[in-house]
Structure formats: C-alpha cells, structure tokens
C-alpha cells in the first residue's frame, strides 16, 4: 500500500496540475490607458458589452483559435475587437480563457475605450478604432527566466537561427493560423524550444516585421524570454511549453476532429477514481 502512494501521489500532483492549468488562464499583463474614456451606462459600454460575448461565444463555439467582431456602423459608439488563442491550445481552453478575459477585462480596465489583456493561453483586446488587420507592435512586454544561460555565445547563434526560422514559418502559417514552433539542440543535453505567433489577419510581411520586433525585444543571455505584442508574440525555453502535436496537426487542412473534452470537475473525479482504484487492487 505505501509503494502504491509514492507512485499515486506524484501522478496525483500531475493530474491535479493538468486539471488546474487547463480551467485557469494564466494572466500575464493587461493595457488600457485612461485617457479614452467612456461614460458608465452609455452607448459605448453596452456595445462593449455586446461585443465581449460574441467574442466569447466566438471562440467557446469553435472559432478556430480566432475572431474579430465590430458592433455599431456609428462611430462614436463604434467598438472593434478580436481574441487570438496560442495555436497549440485546444477549443475548450481557449474558449475559457476568452471567457475569463471577458470578466476580467471589464474589472481590470473600468470605463475603458481601448483595452487589451493577456494570459498564457490568449489574448483579447478591443478598441474605439479599427483594429482588424492593422498590425500594431504597442504596447508590448517581456517576460524572462531570471536562470542565466551558461554559454551566451553558442547560445545566441543556436537561438538567433531557430528564431529566423519559426518566424518564417509563422509568417506563412498554417491552416489559416499564423504560428508555429521549432526545437533546436543546444548542448547534447539541453534544447531550446521557441515558439512565435501573428494574428492571422496580417499579411506575410506584416507578420514577418511584428516577429523580428518581437526578437529584438527578447532579453539576452537569459534561459527563457517571451515578448508580446496586440499582433504577435515570441517565446523561447529549456524546456517544452507548447503542445508540438498540435501545431504538428495543423499542416494539413484542420480535420474535423474535435470532440470536446469531458467536462474538468468529472475528469477530475475520474483520475482521483482510477488512482483509488489502482491503490485497492495492489
Ligand atoms: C490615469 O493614470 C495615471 C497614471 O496611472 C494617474 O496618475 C491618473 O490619476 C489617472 N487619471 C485618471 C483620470 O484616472
Ligand atoms: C448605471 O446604471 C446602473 C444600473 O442600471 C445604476 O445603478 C447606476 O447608477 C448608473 N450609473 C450612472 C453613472 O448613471
Ligand atoms: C472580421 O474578419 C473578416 C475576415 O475574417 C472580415 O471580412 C470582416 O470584415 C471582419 N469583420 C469585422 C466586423 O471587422
Ligand atoms: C545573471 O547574470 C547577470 C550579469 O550578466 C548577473 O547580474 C545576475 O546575477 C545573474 N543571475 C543569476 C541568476 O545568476
Ligand atoms: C537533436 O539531436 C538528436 C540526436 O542527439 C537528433 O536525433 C535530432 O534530430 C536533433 N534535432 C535537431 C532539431 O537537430
Ligand atoms: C496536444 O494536442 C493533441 C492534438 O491536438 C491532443 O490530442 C492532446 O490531448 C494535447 N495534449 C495536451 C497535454 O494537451
């Protein structure tokens, strides 16, 4: 029974983590200057409002990863807005991390005209002026690893040639989605893993402009970095942060195979089961 709980408890923590990770976003960093207000109760806010659920119910019905929306042909009461979901995560997680943002940005950025927050998993933003297919590098900001890489000078060639290379392929993209991710070894023990990402209304050399920015904005000498921008993001690691199947599934035409997953709290339930169960039978 005891050599049964050392093997369940680390893949309880597994599950436990797998579960967590999958129903919570993970905020990173939101933007919404307070110099374009709206008034409470307006046109604006209830157009904003309308907006933020279609966004959600974009993205929970299977949007792809993707949507942009306008509400209002008036102007000032005009609101455009668009969610872009990391390209290795699945509908589910998108569509709660869409459905997270929409709360969350409300709370976040009161009374705001222009407005955009980011998690792991997505990004939302929503603003007076158009925004759809207009690549725009701000705001923008990093995130690093604080651990030091320990051969700066191979290492920046090793990650200066994967970069030039996952972002050529962003540009061009996949299946109507404009990522991709690339491995690389750096010593025969440690690889490096990038990741890079343009919504995909931009063009090729649109997308290829944001990601060399978005390069150029990585911190050095670090052994993780990410950048972002409302256009387009860049991340590399030591370790595997992405779901490679996933990308490697968008090569050809999205296939149809998308069952939703089982609702969390029942997985959840199932896992703890199939450990007791496990645990019994020893
Ligand atoms: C706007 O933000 C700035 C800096 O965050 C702050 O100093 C200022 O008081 C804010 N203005 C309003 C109207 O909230
Ligand atoms: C906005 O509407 C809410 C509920 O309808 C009300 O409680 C609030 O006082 C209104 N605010 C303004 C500034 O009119
Ligand atoms: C949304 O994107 C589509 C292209 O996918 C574009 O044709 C359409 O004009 C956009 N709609 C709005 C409301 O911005
Ligand atoms: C990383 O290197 C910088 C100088 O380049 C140094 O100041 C810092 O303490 C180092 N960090 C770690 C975690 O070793
Ligand atoms: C990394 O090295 C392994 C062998 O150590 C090799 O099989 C693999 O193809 C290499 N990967 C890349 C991306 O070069
Ligand atoms: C990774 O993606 C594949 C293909 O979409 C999916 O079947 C698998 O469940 C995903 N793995 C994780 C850990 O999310």
Redesign the pocket.
């Known amino acids: 029974m005891s050599s049964c709980f050392t093997i369940s408890l680390p893949l309880l923590f597994f599950f436990l983590n797998?579960v967590y990770t999958?129903s919570a976003p993970k905020f990173l960093w939101h933007y919404c200057p307070n110099t374009t207000l709206f008034s409470p109760n307006s046109t604006y806010q209830s157009n904003l409002n309308t907006l933020l659920s279609s966004l959600s119910s974009a993205a929970a019905d299977g949007a792809d990863g993707f949507a942009n929306a306008t509400v209002s042909q008036n102007p000032p009461d005009q609101v455009h807005g668009l969610f872009l979901c990391r390209g290795?995560v699945?509908i589910a997680t998108c569509g709660d991390c869409v459905a997270t943002g929409k709360q969350d940005i409300l709370q976040r950025c009161p009374n705001r005209r222009v407005s955009v927050i980011w998690y792991d998993e997505c990004m939302l933003r929503y603003s007076h002026g158009s925004i759809y297919s207009v690549m725009e590098q701000v705001p923008s900001f990093t995130k690093f690893q604080t651990r030091n890489i320990t051969n700066p000078t191979q290492f920046m060639r090793v990650l200066g040639e994967t970069m030039d290379d996952v972002t050529a392929r962003a540009s061009v993209g996949k299946s109507g989605k404009k990522v991709a991710v690339m491995e690389a070894n750096f010593t025969s023990l440690q690889k490096l893993y990038t990741l890079a990402q343009c919504t995909p209304d931009l063009i090729v050399s649109e997308c290829n402009t944001c990601l060399r920015a978005a390069i150029a904005g990585l911190p050095q000498g670090k052994q993780g970095g990410r950048m972002f921008t409302p256009s387009c993001s860049m991340r590399f690691e030591m370790y595997p942060f992405y779901?490679?199947?996933?990308i490697a599934?968008l090569v050809p035409p999205p296939p149809y195979?998308r069952s939703p997953p089982a609702p969390v709290t029942r997985r959840k339930g199932t896992c703890l089961l199939l450990l007791f169960v496990f645990c019994y039978i020893r």
């Open positions: 797998f999958e290795d699945d779901n490679a199947s996933a599934a195979l």
